[in-house]
């Protein structure tokens, strides 16, 4: 009875949030009402630590835009990345994920929007992975996923044609490695005035997609009855390569934090999807992204910093201090960091950077010129 009120107490504040307000305010920034929610909820906050949170997060939103314009199967892909009517495209989403259920619209739409999954900071396949953090899945927010997708979508290129001999590839911390040290991205680095997709839009540029092929993965499909086996190893080595990025630049980089969490909901998102080859590409595609997001942050050095020993903590006292706290990425970092361990079983690294992160970002705040999106 307890699991069900709570469960009633978090649709309410995510109908209220997809009622009223819009998925981005202050002109870029976006709304991450929803992915704290159900963060909050799957780490068993009570009912009024949401409440309260939905109530501070209100202030800084904008009201919902009403729909301008009419979206349907014919048109829907005139409005990929063109920022505009968010909300005629949550109402055309809404009615696919309606007939076709969730699934059967992730399998419909999703492969056509992989492969701009970076923009607006990851944002869109963000909002998609925490509507699949519910059982079962909510069925608006996957539609509020798939027209953010749709609206900020952003493409960093074609990627080639997959490799014929090997499903395998290089080592991904090999790769940024190797990327770190390219002097053809020299020129692409954050500034204090500069902002982030201004720097994923320029990686975009076909000056820059011959460089950016020389780091992409190659992957060949398997047979049938390894499908969930391989997936399952190529999601276990990236989550590892993107929260290993995070902890070896020092656990304050406010936006490789994303490259954790955008990559919990592909996660998410691949299981849902029935054909291999989608699967393959949703995977090269958010590579393409994350290579992007290391160079567009300046291409930190991947070293184990020198750290003075600190005493360890558990989960439940990150999840304690995250949830009393009003940091809505650290809420989210040790909700899919905790996952990650619980899944692949006991791993230093989730726990040690999930409680680093708390640690320094308490203490010193995100990088300097760093603005939560």
Known sequence: MTETIALSNLRELLDKNRRQFDIEFSGYMSNHMSHVLIALYRLNAPADVLRSY????????????????????????????????????????????EQRGVDGALNAFYPRLSGGVSGRAFHGVIELGYALELHPPDPANAAEGLAYLTY???????????????????????????????????????????????????????????????????????????????????????AHTVTSVFALSGCRDFFLLHGITSFRALSLVLPCLTRIGDVIEALRSFWRGAVCLYIAQGRPELQPAVEQPQPQRTWAELIETVTAGDDEHLIKLVWVLSQWEAHYGPEPLYLHTAANAVRLVHAHGYQSGQLPL
């Open 152 to 238: 900020g979508y952003h493409s960093l290129g074609p990627l080639k044609t997959n490799a014929p001999d090997a499903w395998s590839c290089q080592p991904p911390l090999r790769l940024l490695e190797a990327v770190r040290h390219d002097a053809a991205f020299d020129a692409i680095k954050p500034t204090p005035n500069g902002r982030f997709q201004d720097r994923m839009k320029l990686l975009g540029e076909e000056k820059f997609q011959r460089v950016l092929e020389r780091y992409d993965i190659y992957l060949q499909p398997p047979s049938a009855d390894t499908k969930i086996t391989v997936e399952d190893q190529l999601v276990k080595l990236f």
């Open 54 to 97: 939905f109530d501070d997060a209100s202030r800084h939103l904008e009201p919902r835009k009403p729909p301008e314009t009419h979206v349907d199967e014919a048109n829907w892909q005139q409005y990929i990345g063109r920022l505009r009517d968010y909300s005629a495209l949550v109402d055309f989403f809404t009615q696919q994920v």
